[in-house]
């Protein structure tokens, strides 16, 4: 009976062991994930991605100018091919649910940084993207990681999947660019993570506040 009772002390003493260590690892693939959304900017002033500036410019015009019309923000900023014209006005073409939840913020960016004044090789940028799709990215990151770690067989699981989403495929790029890509599939995720919640409590399915701003269909479970 004692050597049976020290022998279950000695495997929870290794499993709490293997557990900390697993939780510390993905809080270093976190760390890291979120220093190379902070440190690379991705942008090589002169020149500037036309599907970012084509968003951020949506975003100025309905901020600045209470309009969708992108004309005064090209003029701002720079032209682009990331745009559509009707009426004799230019648009961008990008879905706008990023340039819809990127507005409030950058309103209150404004109260501190000036208007933008050349694509997008601005401070203001860079913190708005940080802001909306590095942080959104980040936290889904994040609920992945506890989520893997609810069902894997063994500590070492979570951690290593997570490294393999952060940093073996393109989330890691999308999620330091001002593009709707990873920012939508994050939102989709952490969607369906607030469902699998709720129906953990035993509560109703929330209504997603989220859901109607992913620019990509999916089908999402019936409420």
Partial sequence: MAA???????????????????????????????????????????WANPNELSRFEQVIAMAEWHTFSIDQA????????????????????????L????????????????MPDFATSNAIFWVLRLLT???????????????VGEVAPAPWVAPLLTLAVAMGTTFLFYARSFFSHAWTASLLFLAWDLIRVAEASGT?????????LAEERRALPPA
């Fill in 4 to 46: 049976d009772s020290m022998q279950t002390v000695a495997e929870r003493t290794v499993a709490d062991a293997s557990e900390r260590t697993s939780r510390r690892a993905i809080l270093l693939v976190l760390g890291v994930f979120a220093f190379l959304t902070v440190y690379f900017r991705g942008v090589f002033s002169p």
């Fill in 74 to 97: 090209i003029a701002a900023l720079g032209d682009h091919e990331d745009k559509s014209v009707a009426n004799g006005h230019f648009y961008s073409n990008k879905a706008p649910g």
């Fill in 204 to 212: 109703r399915r929330p209504r997603l506040a989220a859901a109607p």
């Fill in 99 to 114: 340039a819809f939840a990127a507005y409030p913020v950058y309103k209150l960016l404004r109260l501190v940084f000036p």
């Fill in 133 to 147: 799709v590095s942080a959104v990215c980040l936290f889904a990151l994040w609920r992945f990681a506890r989520r």
